[in-house]
């Protein structure tokens, strides 16, 4: 394994501290009470976020962004609720996931979640099924998103420049 | 009467009637007037937030925008819809720059955050405008027999330092809640731990295999059911079930019910007016117990 920098303030641990969700990363002292608190640690070796957060502040810019692990967060929080340093790991997991997606590393269930986004304003599309369902239970009518606005929010932000492709990640 | 602006969410409407009826039945009896806005979207959940963490606060605070301008406060029945609506709301009432940020954005579709409003998930609304005793003294049909196993879910309760719902390694509201139905909140091993739900659709074997360990551990301790507030708990509890009957020949046979069907139930609503058909593991056996 080769490294951009032998150093805990590596060029990818910076532009991981200059993006939202990133900015604790760096306070990390690889105590490990975040891997000991984690459900999916404890049924899997493949993912481990001490791990995680020590790759990132060595600089495997690579491995962590086009690899797997950091889609195996289940994002419970219980590391970051925990963490004696305060690092906010579940954030800095999903700063890692922003990255590797504006770098096309996008698992195909989080491409149907942004096509869910874009097309109705919602991660889990309604049916037709569900919709009679509603009726012969006296439920009201599903309200439609207000997708005039949410497209110009979209636009305004960095979703609109990501390519979502299915069969893609890596 | 209070009124709420009630925040759906997206699974709630689309999959658990269940959930929904049982809520839009039981508060209002409980005097929690719920109002459906309009132009409402997902609220930007884990799933979203993985995308793209400034897309997901702008489309929370969107929603929150709505109900600022409706004069209400938010009630989420989801604790995904929860977690992402308080968070983005106590993020950007206490960080300016992040706050400025975000409304750049919203102005394109001409909003403005004010921070002026909450939003709660509905067991807050229940503890704090309803209260533990009148709770109590609207219960017609109390569930004395029922040993639950309450599972908040993690959203409800983490980040503390966000949600601030509840002491997160020792929260008693949801088991101070189910005991006011007169039912028992049981104990069970790793009771807090996490079901595995949001890995549901990117590793299903992980996902399941926690899911698995929760069933057990609600079983060992002699649970009549499980009690959620979360859609995806449920969906990972309860169809779950089926999974796990499917791929290690096990079969445990625990109902799954969100908390506002047993409240439902307890005021004296009827059971078939809660589609609770619309549960993979049966009920009947456990309305049986109660009714």
């Known amino acids: 394994m080769t490294y951009e920098e032998k150093s805990v303030s590596s060029k990818f641990s910076d532009e991981i501290r200059h993006r939202l969700g990133g900015e604790t990363i760096a306070f990390c002292y690889q105590c490990g009470t975040c891997a000991s608190s984690c459900p999916v640690a404890k049924v899997t070796d493949k993912y481990n976020p001490r791990e995680i957060i020590k790759l990132s502040l060595l600089g495997a810019r690579k491995e962590i962004v086009a690899g797997d692990t950091i889609w195996l967060c289940c994002s419970c929080y219980n590391c970051q609720e925990r963490c004696p340093q305060e690092v906010e790991i579940a954030d800095v997991i999903y700063t890692l996931r922003n990255i590797a997606i504006q770098e096309g590393n996008v698992p195909d269930i989080y491409v149907a979640f942004a096509e869910g986004i874009s097309n109705e304003g919602r991660i889990v599309p309604v049916s037709k099924f569900a919709e009679k369902k509603r009726e012969e239970y006296g439920l009201p009518p599903i309200k439609p998103a207000n997708m005039d606005a949410l497209r110009k929010i979209l636009q305004a932000t960095s979703f609109s420049k990501i390519q979502f492709k299915k069969g893609e990640a890596q | ?291």
């Open chain 2, 1 to 291: 009467m209070t009124s709420y602006a009630l925040f759906l969410g997206c699974t709630i409407p689309a999959r658990q009637p269940h959930y929904e009826l049982s809520a839009r039945k039981a508060l209002p009896k409980l005097g929690i007037d719920l109002v459906d806005l309009d132009n409402m979207t997902c609220c930007a959940p884990p799933p979203l937030q993985s995308i793209d963490l400034e897309t997901s606060l702008a489309i929370a605070a969107y929603n929150i925008c709505l109900a600022e301008e409706a004069d209400l406060n938010i009630v989420t029945l989801c604790t995904g819809c929860f977690e992402s609506l308080a968070m983005a709301n106590t993020m950007l009432k206490e960080n300016n720059e992040l706050r400025e940020r975000i409304n750049k954005i919203l102005s394109n579709a001409g909003k403005e955050f004010k921070g002026s409003k909450e939003v709660k998930h509905y067991l807050q609304v229940l503890m704090k405008d309803v209260g533990l005793e009148q709770v109590k003294s609207q219960v017609t049909n109390p569930l004395n027999n029922l040993k639950i196993a309450a599972f908040s879910g993690c959203h409800l309760l983490r980040p503390s330092k966000l949600l601030r719902f509840d002491d997160p390694e020792r929260p008693r509201i949801f088991d101070d809640l189910i005991e006011a139905l007169g039912s028992e909140s049981i104990w069970y091993r790793n009771k807090l731990k996490c079901c595995g739900g949001l890995l549901r659709g990117y590793a299903d074997d992980l996902a399941l295999q926690i899911a698995k360990e929760k069933i057990v551990n609600a079983k060992k301790a002699g649970a009549d059911c499980i009690s959620t507030l979360c859609p995806f708990c449920f969906v990972a509890l309860d169809m779950g079930q089926l999974q796990i009957r499917a791929k290690f020949k096990e079969e445990y046979d625990m109902p799954v019910l969100h908390y506002a069907e047993l409240l439902a139930l307890a005021l004296g609503i009827e059971p078939k007016e809660l589609a609770l058909e619309s549960h993979k593991i049966k009920t009947d056996k456990l309305l049986q117990k109660i009714v």
